[in-house]
């Protein structure tokens, strides 16, 4: 139908129209009015659970929001104390790039990602994780080492601070997009495959009814054919049995017997 989305269901398939939902109806039987019972059931236990994870999904989105405020706030503090720092390190030593990126070998920072389950939802974690310090050589500069130091622990703990925003981010943007499944996947339940299947339950019973009224008309008016049929046959019992009886009375009380000629 133009202008109406439908959203996939495992089970059950959503009617497009009402003549499609008519067509569809089972027939009514008393199998079928267990199955569409059962149906039923389970359509209802899963409405609520999904309610009840929508509920939960709502409650950690909502406490991460806090947390995700409270991250930035310290991600700007950490990043201005970082600019302070590396003003202070130029002031002091100079430009001291070249020597930096000369004296690196490898990261001293490493991620590590591990999976955390929110009601189903996977959510992924990062950490961050201090390799071996090695040591650093400051050869070759002449003042300045305290503020380097200085510096480069204050932008250790800005990618800390960063990395547990990511992670904030991160598990903001899929507990959003999950609560926005779920919540179309309980409306669905709601508004359309519970009173769907409610429905046809209610047709299946009053189908059955109609059927039992049936059954029961016709079997009086089988019982009352057959009483009808008995009286009949009684009276014409009856009848017999009074014809027999006036034979009966007429050869005892009749008249002269004719003569018997020899």
Known sequence: VTGVQTCALPIFALPTATANMSSARPFPTRQNLQIMKLKLVGAKKGHSLLKKKADALTMRLRALLTTILKAKEAMGKAFKDGNFAMAEVKYAAGD???????????????????VDNIA???????????????PVDYTGLARGGQQVTKARQTFSACVDTLIQLATLQTSFRILDEAIKVTSRRVN??????IPRIAGFVDYIVSELDE?????????????DKKKKDLQLAEAERLKEIAAAADDAGSLIGGGDDPDVIY
């Open 188 to 193: 669905a339940l709601d508004t359309v495959v």
């Open 96 to 114: 001291i790039k070249s020597a930096i990126i000369e004296s690196v070998g490898t990261a001293q920072k490493r991620v590590e990602t591990r």
């Open 120 to 134: 189903g939802v996977k959510v992924p974690v990062f950490k961050a994780v201090d390799m071996a310090d090695a």
């Open 211 to 223: 059927l039992e009224r049936e059954e029961f008309f016709r079997l009086k008016r089988s019982q």
